[in-house]
């Protein structure tokens, strides 16, 4: 039987993620180009490329790379099936089941929001939402409620940014004052609410999604039709509270995470 050549840069990519999995730390463009036998030049373009699409996350402060959660959920599907196991997606999918509603986990993506997993709702408003949508992270649920754990310092630098690249929606640019406030109101409430911003006549409700620090931040949005979501928004904060509050409690204890819990008086 003939068998088939490896495509040389899907090679190299699995090779690179085999490399993170042998060594269980960051590794610099140099350490990989080095290891590997790639030249520097093309190994540096195949990881900006893995980063851009969010499986690699890059450190600033060390110049180095780490693999995302996104890589976990591709194969989590599989770790679902062993007893006892219980991944992200199974949460998410246990969470569309209670609520009948899309669940999406919303990444931090450079100055946008990316849906590393969906699981469509209901209701046909949400069909079109498909794992890797980008969203404009000020304008987006998810994008709110990580943009909140920002400083106000940061937050002002990326409205600046934003702004000036011309990336807001709907024509007017963000107000610093205004968006700034609503931060100040997402990180007293625990949660992020968006009414109509992506689709005209859909509400989103997002939470921080609490994980290690060398990963990008990540959030937990539930999103259904407006009326639908207004009549039962303390019920959907309730399940989408409860869904990540295992989270919330491992990280906190283990990684001494601080995360703010929703505020409960709004489920009242």
Same mark, same amino acid.
């Given at each position: 039987?003939?068998?088939?050549? /490896?495509?040389? =840069?899907?090679?190299?990519?699995?090779?690179?993620?085999?490399?993170?999995?042998?060594?269980?730390?960051?590794?610099?463009?140099?350490?990989?180009?080095?290891?590997?036998?790639?030249?520097? =030049? =093309?190994?540096?373009?195949?990881?900006? =490329?893995?980063?851009?699409?969010?499986?690699?996350? *890059?450190?600033?402060?060390?110049?180095? *790379?780490?693999?995302?959660?996104?890589?976990?959920?591709?194969? +989590?599907?599989?770790?679902?099936?062993?007893?006892? %196991?219980?991944?992200?997606? #199974?949460?998410?999918?246990?969470?569309?089941?209670?609520?009948?509603?899309?669940?999406?986990?919303?990444?931090? %993506?450079?100055?946008?929001?990316? *849906?590393?997993?969906?699981?469509?709702?209901?209701? #046909?408003? @949400?069909?079109?939402?498909?794992?890797?949508?980008?969203?404009?992270?000020?304008?987006?649920?998810?994008?709110?409620?990580?943009?909140?754990?920002? %400083?106000?310092?940061?937050? +002002?630098?990326?409205?600046?940014?934003?702004?000036?690249?011309?990336?807001?929606?709907?024509?007017? /640019?963000?107000?610093?004052?205004?968006?700034?406030?609503?931060?100040?109101?997402?990180? %007293?409430?625990? *949660?992020?609410?968006?009414?109509?911003?992506?689709? /005209?006549?859909?509400?989103?409700?997002?939470?921080?999604?609490?994980?290690?620090?060398?990963?990008? /931040?990540?959030?937990?949005?539930?999103?259904?039709?407006?009326?639908? @979501?207004?009549?039962? #928004?303390?019920?959907?904060?309730?399940?989408?509270?409860?869904?990540?509050?295992?989270?919330?409690? @491992?990280?906190?204890? #283990?990684?001494?995470?601080?995360?703010?819990?929703?505020?409960? +008086?709004?489920?009242?």
């Amino acid at each position: 039987m003939d068998r088939a050549e /490896p495509i040389k =840069s899907a090679a190299r990519a699995l090779e690179v993620f085999e490399l993170f999995s042998e060594r269980r730390q960051h590794l610099t463009v140099g350490e990989i180009a080095n290891t590997l036998g790639y030249p520097q =030049s =093309s190994t540096s373009v195949l990881l900006r =490329s893995l980063k851009g699409l969010g499986y690699l996350h *890059y450190i600033e402060e060390s110049r180095s *790379y780490s693999p995302t959660y996104r890589i976990i959920l591709l194969g +989590s599907w599989l770790q679902d099936a062993l007893p006892g %196991s219980r991944s992200i997606l #199974k949460m998410m999918e246990d969470l569309r089941e209670a609520s009948g509603c899309t669940v999406v986990l919303g990444v931090k %993506s450079d100055a946008n929001v990316r *849906y590393a997993s969906v699981f469509l709702g209901n209701f #046909k408003s @949400a069909q079109n939402i498909r794992i890797g949508t980008l969203r404009p992270i000020c304008l987006a649920a998810c994008g709110k409620v990580l943009v909140a754990r920002m %400083s106000d310092p940061e937050i +002002s630098r990326l409205i600046r940014r934003v702004n000036s690249e011309g990336t807001f929606v709907g024509g007017t /640019p963000i107000d610093p004052q205004t968006f700034l406030a609503e931060m100040q109101a997402v990180r %007293s409430l625990g *949660y992020a609410e968006t009414v109509g911003a992506v689709t /005209p006549g859909r509400t989103v409700l997002a939470m921080r999604l609490p994980g290690p620090p060398d990963q990008p /931040p990540m959030a937990i949005g539930i999103g259904a039709p407006s009326d639908y @979501a207004g009549e039962n #928004k303390a019920d959907l904060l309730g399940l989408l509270s409860a869904a990540i509050a295992p989270y919330i409690s @491992a990280f906190e204890t #283990k990684l001494n995470c601080a995360v703010k819990p929703v505020n409960r +008086s709004v489920l009242a």
